[in-house]
């Protein structure tokens, strides 16, 4: 089979295609330490505000996100698809702290919201379920 035969109209050739390339993906992902992982920063935060962030090149909000002994940090996110400003404030969410700044626009990001892309690229966030503490460590 040629690789374009892969997206041919044939159903099985096209579920043949995704699931091999999905195996291939994690046969040649790399594997990380405990210690690695340990050095990602993930911890619970409450949305305190959202407003719009029309500099941003995609659709995006500014977040205020209250991570309790970490302080409240500012971030932007591509996750109007799903949400709407009026709905996010009060949501407990995951971020990564320990991230160095970075500029989008005209806007410094403080750390990096967390989320997973739909089958069309859309941002679901990654919330929480019961309440935790602000600044809880994801264990």
């Known amino acids: 089979m040629t690789f374009s035969g892969c997206f041919s109209a044939n159903k099985f050739e096209r579920k043949w295609w995704s699931e091999?390339?999905?195996l291939f993906t994690f046969a040649n992902m790399e594997t990380i330490s405990w210690n690695d992982f340990e050095k990602v920063d993930l911890r619970a935060g409450t949305i305190l505000e959202v407003t719009?962030?029309?500099e941003a090149?995609?659709?995006a909000y500014k977040l205020k996100v209250d991570f309790g002994p970490h302080g409240?940090?500012?971030s932007s996110a591509q996750i109007t698809r799903y949400y709407t400003r009026e709905e996010l404030p009060g949501r407990q969410i995951l971020g990564?702290?320990?991230f160095p700044k970075k500029q989008i626009a005209n806007f410094m990001s403080e750390f990096l919201v967390t989320g997973l892309a739909d089958e069309n690229g859309d941002i679901v966030l990654t919330t929480i379920d019961k309440p935790v503490p602000n600044g809880s460590k994801l264990i």
Do not use: E, W
């Open 52 to 54: 719009d962030f029309p």
């Open 20 to 22: 091999t390339f999905i």
């Open 72 to 74: 409240i940090l500012q």
């Open 57 to 59: 090149r995609k659709p």
């Open 96 to 98: 990564v702290i320990n």
